[in-house]
């Protein structure tokens, strides 16, 4: 039986699914993962047509989740997804409200029609002392209100906590005494 573009299309759109359920495997199992199951509907969609060969592999989410079973066990398991985000959005969010804490102070200064140079420590412990120096005639400078090395351990924290990365660690100590075993 040929296989037509759109049933190809669904095939890639099946696979596809799949592999973004399958970022926490290693990348080349992950790849090799995604031949072998575009390889075997292209096979099983020849022989019994792609909508059978769609329904009898279930859904990505069911097969996403029988390899990672396979892979990692049924225990709870790290992500690097969550991770992924943590470390992309904290910083986001993290950024947004120290600029705005920094944005008040300036504005403070500036509707009290102040002149010279004002100081303010920050945020406490997340952020480093802002400098508001006010001439009276040009614009207001700002300086300061960074991240502290705090704010980068919390961070750090954050990213290890929403991937689970501990679990990472008692996996791959898991591997090793596997394969002292054997």
């Known amino acids: ?45 020849a022989d019994v ?21 396979a892979e990692f066990g049924d225990r709870p398991r790290h ?9 992309g959005l904290l910083p986001l969010l993290l950024n947004f409200f120290l600029t705005e804490a920094a944005d008040a102070f300036q504005a403070g200064v500036t509707a ?16 480093s002392t802002v400098t508001v120096t006010a001439t009276g005639a040009g614009p207001v400078s700002r300086t300061g209100g960074g991240w502290t090395p705090l704010a980068y351990v919390l961070w750090v924290l954050a990213v290890v906590a929403a991937g689970r990365l501990w679990r990472l660690r008692r996996r791959s100590s898991q591997v090793a005494r596997a394969v002292a075993d054997n």
Do not use: C, K
């Open 79 to 87: 992500s690097w997804i969550a991770a992924g985000y943590a470390a």
């Open 112 to 127: 009290a029609h102040g002149v010279g140079t004002f100081t303010w420590p920050g945020l406490a412990w997340l952020q």
């Open 1 to 45: 039986m040929t296989i037509g573009w759109w049933d190809r299309l669904r095939i890639e759109r099946l696979v596809w699914m799949l592999d973004q359920q399958l970022y926490d495997l290693p990348r080349a199992e992950r790849i090799a993962t995604r031949r072998d199951v575009r390889t075997n509907l292209l096979a099983a969609a």
């Open 49 to 69: 047509g792609t909508t059978e060969a769609l329904r009898r592999i279930g859904g990505s989410r069911g097969l996403a989740e029988q390899y990672l079973r």
